[in-house]
Structures are given as structure tokens and as C-alpha cells.
């Protein structure tokens, strides 16, 4: 008996969670304010969630807000007759707000209602956001319609995809009354009304509006591009999230300005003492974006580190610290990029730069076409190209060019990139890597050996030779040796190792047996 007194005065004072929520809509079961339109529907449902999270916020009983939400999100429509669902349209129209707690509300409760949706009704209703942001209309119209086809592509990637057209667009505001709710007794018909008439003597063709052939999945993704380059937080933080997500599946290959869009990502992530949702919100972006397309982050990001006056220290040393990351994520994939992520490296390699030797200490570690001698400061980098990059860190540029194909090596005194113009584009997967598998200095850092696993073939270049007028300091070919094939199976299995100032011990697969070359 206590114990149900106790109970009956919690449910009088609302502490009792969800048995308080089913009895919350007894009483409220005759009311109408859920059976008058769908846009009120919408209004109160928005308006009681942000009021519930806002409570939850300032009292720890999260629980109670919890079941708050669940009930007043899922539950209404089997406690009342007449329930109309909630306007779509109109909780779009708040993913504008700059209000974060407003914006997350309005997203959560158009996300449920889409699900409740046939995925024939879903796809009606792509077309029809698809034809408001092909047609003329104001920004805050084309803002919303990009936000809500973004966020429909990463939640209905099927649904999204098998909408899409090349071919002009059917008209569908066809509806007298439009409502982006789909009552019983109506048939489905365009949640949009109308454009307004152009007034008479305005030109009716804009050079800005996208053209009827342009991807629909292409036009999508850059107004949401356009969003994050506004001064919007909040749109900037839901372009970067929608942009992040579903790259991989649904935007890769459709931003046009691909480096400028990097860049932008990484200019916000480095504004994390102005505002730091939004640098970290850039950063986890950017991420999404390298864990794709790792090489295509990587080309901008050495860019911006081999380009003067672009970035300054600070945003130098998170640069490298993201290369150094993605070294450590997508090694294999980078294979390609080594000889000019080295050059950026070598670059910035100061005394000062422990980022920078952070970054040059992965390279070595990680990569067995590369090597470091510690008394002569020099770093050899074998490329997918078949030459070998050797850098004198004391200068901080590169010195050698290194091709098994010439007899001599060149001499290289610029400190910029080499051209990536000219470096074809190879593929690099589970097979061997192409060009340079490994490379290794001598103890004395006068012997460089290269293997190229593709080549079956090891070189021995000596970096200092005799000559009639004493030392030379263009290297030479000392001698070579052709490897026996194996099947490659993983970067880790191949080593370059010393055993003394003239022999080499080749390791280069698992279950083969080491080879010993002297020289």
C-alpha cells in the first residue's frame, strides 16, 4: 500500500517517466491541439522537444527527458484519433536557425517522419526539393532544399540515387494547397507552392541558376559546398557533417574545386580558438575526406606547405601532423605521394620543427623506401617512378636524382617539389608497389642499395667516387644484381639490411628465404 501511494503521488508531481507520459496523454487525448493541421502538429512537437532538452540540460534527470522525447516523437499518433503528422515543410524551414538546440530538433523530427514514409512517398519528395533548387528562387529556399537532400542522400542512399535525372525536371507544383503532409483522403501531390511570377522587365534567365542537365547529386553538393564558405556556423557545421558523411558513397568525384574546398576545411579547423564547434567539426571532415582520398588531401595539403606565404607556422605544424596521421591510417595508399610528402617535410625541417621530425622519423619507420643516415644528415626516398630522391637535410632540399636507368645519378639543387605533371598515374593495392620497393645507406652512408620488387632487380649506387681528379660527387652505379621473383605479400616483409660496410641481407616476402649480396 505504501508502496502505491508513493507511486500515485510521484505520477500526481510528473517524476514518474513513462507511466507518467501514458497518463499525460489520457488527459490530453480529447485535446486538439494534435488534430487541427499538420502544421501545428509540427509546431508543438518542435516546441515541446527543444523545451524537454533544455530541461534535460539544467536537471540531471535525464532519464524522464528521454522518455519525454520518445513518447511526444513516437507515440502520439496511437493516442490520438484524429492525429494529422507533423509538416515536413515546416520543420525544414528551422534547419536554418541559428540556434543549434532548434536546428538538432527540427533535423530529428523530419528524419522520423521520413521513416514513417513509403519509400515511393520519400522519393516524390526528393523531386520535388530537387525542383526548388533548380528553380529560381530566394537563398533561404535553395539553403533549405540543399540541407534536407543532403541529409535524405546519407539516410536513403537508394532512394536518393534512383532519383536522379540529367533530363529537365516535370514540373510538380501543380497543388492549390500545398502541405508536405500526405492525409489519408489526398492524393500525393507537390509540398511546395508556386514561384513567384518574374515582375515584367527583369531578365528571366539568371547565369547563376544550375542548368536542367547538371547531376542532381552535383548541384546538391555544391550548394552545400556554397553553405560551408558562408559565415553560418551553424550551416557551416551541418554542410561540413553532411558533406563528411556521406562523401565516400555519395559527393566523391562531385566538388569542383576540389583544393579549394580542402583548403577551406583546413582554414576552419585551424580556427579552433575562435570557435571551437566549428574547428572540430572541419577537422572530423577532413578526416572523412583523407580516409576516401587520401592522395588528393595529401597533393593539397603539400601544396599549401611547399607554397610561400600560404600558411603560416602554426598551420604548418598541423599540416604535417596531419600527414603524419594519415601515414599512420592509409600507409599503403600513400606509397605514391612519399617522394613529395619528403620534399615538404625536408622543407620545413627546422630546429625548431619537432612536428617536422616527427613527421620525417613516420616516414622512416613506416616506409621501406626510405632511409636515413645520421652522420651525413641525408634522407634517400625511392619513388613509384623508379629514381631515388636524396635529400641533404643540412641544406634542406634535395641533391640527387637516382636512376637505375643511367650509369650516373643527376644533380639536383632545386628545393621545390618535383613535377607531379609528369608522374603518371600508377596504382598501388595489395600487389608490389611500383619503382623503388626499398632502399638503405651503409654505415657509413657512402653505399646507397635500392630494390625494385617490379624490376626484380637490386643497385648498389656509391655516393662518393675516385676519379683522375680525386673525388667525385656525382653518384655511380657500383654494381647490380637480379633477384629471384616471390610473390609479394606485404610492405612490412621487405628490408634493405647492412651486415657490414660491403654485404646487404635482402629480405622481401614471407616464407623466402633472405638473399646476401656483397659488393
Known sequence: REQREREEEREREGLGGRRDCRCYMEKMRNKLCYTTSPTLTALHLLTSIVLVKQLGMALTQK??????????????????????????????????????????????????????????????YVRAWIQRLRTRGSDESKITAALVLGTIAIEFPSTFLSTQTSSPVTPLFSSPNPSFSVSPSSSLSSPFPPPPPS????????????????????????????????????????????LGKGYKKIWRG?????????????QLWQQGNNNNHISQAAKTALLSFAHSSPRDVTHVLTDLLLSEDM????????????????????????????????????HYLEPASAEAKRALNELVQRYP???????????????????????????????????????????DDSPTSPRRESYPKRKT??????????????????FIAAYSHTESEIWFWQLQSMSFFGFSLR???????????????????????WTSPRSVELRYGKNVEPKLFTI
Not at 475 to 497: E, G, M, N, W, Y
Request: glycine letters at 4%; a negative charge.
Open 311 to 346: 600558411l603560416n607556422m602554426q598551420e604548418c605544424t598541423s599540416a604535417l601532423l596531419f600527414i603524419r596521421t594519415l601515414m599512420e591510417e592509409c600507409t599503403y595508399r600513400l606509397v605514391s605521394e612519399i617522394d613529395t610528402i619528403a620534399t615538404a617535410v625536408v
Open 254 to 266: 562531385h566538388i569542383g574545386d576540389f583544393q579549394g574546398f580542402i583548403f577551406k576545411c583546413f
Open 199 to 242: 515582375p515584367s522587365g527583369m531578365m528571366t534567365k539568371s547565369l547563376d541558376i544550375p542548368t536542367s542537365s547538371e547531376p542532381d547529386v552535383r548541384l546538391v553538393c555544391r550548394e552545400l559546398v556554397k553553405l560551408i564558405n558562408s559565415n553560418t556556423v551553424s550551416l557551416q557545421m551541418t554542410a561540413l557533417d553532411l
Open 369 to 411: 623506401m626510405v632511409s636515413f643516415h645520421q652522420g651525413s644528415q641525408m634522407l634517400a626516398v625511392g619513388t613509384t617512378e623508379g629514381t631515388i630522391s636524396v635529400y641533404d637535410l643540412k641544406q634542406a632540399q634535395r641533391i640527387h636524382l637516382l636512376d637505375p636507368k643511367e650509369n650516373e645519378g643527376s644533380d
Open 429 to 446: 593495392g595489395p600487389t608490389a608497389p611500383l619503382g623503388i620497393t626499398a632502399v638503405a645507406f651503409n654505415s657509413q652512408g657512402q
Open 63 to 124: 532519464n524522464v527527458c528521454d522518455n519525454l522525447i520518445y513518447f511526444l516523437s513516437t507515440n502520439l499518433k496511437e493516442n490520438f484519433k484524429n492525429y494529422q503528422e507533423g509538416s515536413m515543410l515546416f520543420l525544414a524551414e528551422f534547419w536554418r536557425s541559428p540556434e543549434e538546440i532548434v536546428q538538432s530538433s527540427a533535423q530529428e523530427l523530419f528524419l522520423l517522419c521520413c521513416r514513417q514514409i513509403t519509400n515511393e512517398k520519400r522519393a516524390v
Open 475 to 497: 653518384p655511380q652505379i657500383h654494381c647490380s644484381f637480379t633477384v629471384p621473383r616471390a610473390k609479394f605479400s606485404s610492405l612490412d616483409d621487405v628490408l634493405v639490411l
